[in-house]
């Protein structure tokens, strides 16, 4: 059963770090896409970016470029979420979704990030 | 990065009734690569229709899509009580994949 689990959400102070992490299973990140996607509590979707599947490139939206960014760890075919600088506004759920194109597929259920002094 | 407007905003209607939902992109979207998502309450998207008419696995055929060059429509004919959610469509051609606003389906 293909399946993404995200995880690493939590509560961090303006200006800090936090990595997501985006566990796959029954697929191999290497032969799909990942996407990240966010939604601020009761706003729409907002997508983040995706990782290329075979790594070879990242893409994200024009707004978080320098800020976030996407890697993966093939052994433990997980894709990560880095995210640096934080910002109130950065609050919200952010979801992992898979598919063998640029359709997410499937999604996970999201882990919560929390921007808060 | 391809501009998504959705519209309306909300649609207020009654099971049993038909939706008709639209996306205009302010640029043409490459191959009609045109996705619609649904969230329901509380719940994760999921994939309705890719490349603008092509249901996704499982999706009932109430639902269909439509369009091509930048308007595209969603169409649910015959509202069930379990189709009143948010829609959202996203272009899937190249990165930034950006999504619209959302459309509201709420029971009248």
């Known amino acids: 059963q293909v399946k993404v689990v995200e995880s690493g959400g939590g509560v961090v102070q303006p200006g800090g770090s936090l990595r997501l992490s985006c566990a796959a299973s029954?697929?191999?990140?290497?032969?799909?896409?990942i996407q990240w996607v966010r939604q601020a509590p009761g706003k729409g979707l907002e997508w983040v970016g995706i990782?290329?599947?075979?790594?070879?490139?990242?893409y994200y939206t024009d707004y978080l470029k320098g800020r976030f960014t996407i890697s993966r760890d093939l052994s433990k075919n997980t894709v990560y979420l880095e995210m640096n600088n934080l910002r109130l506004e950065d609050t919200a759920v952010y979801y992992c979704?898979?598919?063998?194109?640029?359709?997410?597929?499937?999604w996970g259920q999201g882990t919560l990030v929390t921007v808060s002094s | 990065e391809i501009v998504l407007t959705q519209s309306p905003g909300t649609l207020s209607l009654s099971p049993g009734e038909r939706a008709t939902l639209s996306c205009r992109a302010a640029?043409?979207?490459?191959?009609?690569?045109l996705a619609w998502y649904q969230q329901k309450p509380g719940q994760v998207p999921r994939v309705l229709i890719y490349?603008?008419?092509t249901r996704a696995t499982g999706i009932p055929d109430r639902f269909s899509g439509s369009g091509s060059g930048t308007d595209f429509t969603l169409t649910i004919n015959r509202l069930e009580p379990e189709d009143f959610a948010v829609y959202y469509c996203?272009?899937?051609?190249?990165?930034?994949?950006?999504f619209g606003g959302g459309t509201r389906v709420e029971m009248k």
């Open positions: 979704a898979q598919g063998t194109g640029w359709v997410a597929d499937s």
């Open positions: 029954g697929f191999n990140i290497g032969t799909n896409f």
């Open positions: 990782m290329q599947k075979d790594g070879s490139n990242q």
């Open positions: 640029q043409t979207v490459p191959n009609n690569y």
């Open positions: 490349s603008a008419s």
């Open positions: 996203q272009q899937h051609a190249h990165a930034p994949l950006a």
